[in-house]
């Protein structure tokens, strides 16, 4: 699925900058600026070239991964095409926020099991030298 985080904050930093009038061209240089290193600026940076250079985007397309990257480079394609997409890129934030909610949630489920290694291998042999050691000692000390 992939790093989702920059995908939200550059689908919700896209569609303000639209509903303000911007271009997406516009949107995706100034989010490069200030984007921090990632997989996801990297294939950005991609777009923006392609952009530049007036090339197709379907080299990324298929070098794309992830799905929800993939639309958003069909979006990005239709809206250099002058097409509007703000309502379709409405629906992709909210697959990438209910995707992203997924993700937390698979991770939230395996914790539990996470969490119990550390008891199992640590705190529950150290609880039985606390519980052992005295006894022990009492059994030494009658060996004697």
Known sequence: MGNLT???DFLLFLRRNLEKGHSSKWSIDSFL???EPSDFK???LRVQICFIQEQSLQPLLRDSKFRLRRQLWVLLEKSRAGEPILP??????EDAIAAFEEKAEQQTRKLPFLMLLPLLFFQFPAFGLLILGPLLDIFLHSMK
């Open 6 to 8: 920059p995908l939200i």
């Open 33 to 35: 600026q200030s984007a």
């Open 42 to 44: 990297n294939e950005l």
């Open 88 to 93: 379709f890129l409405l629906a992709l934030e």
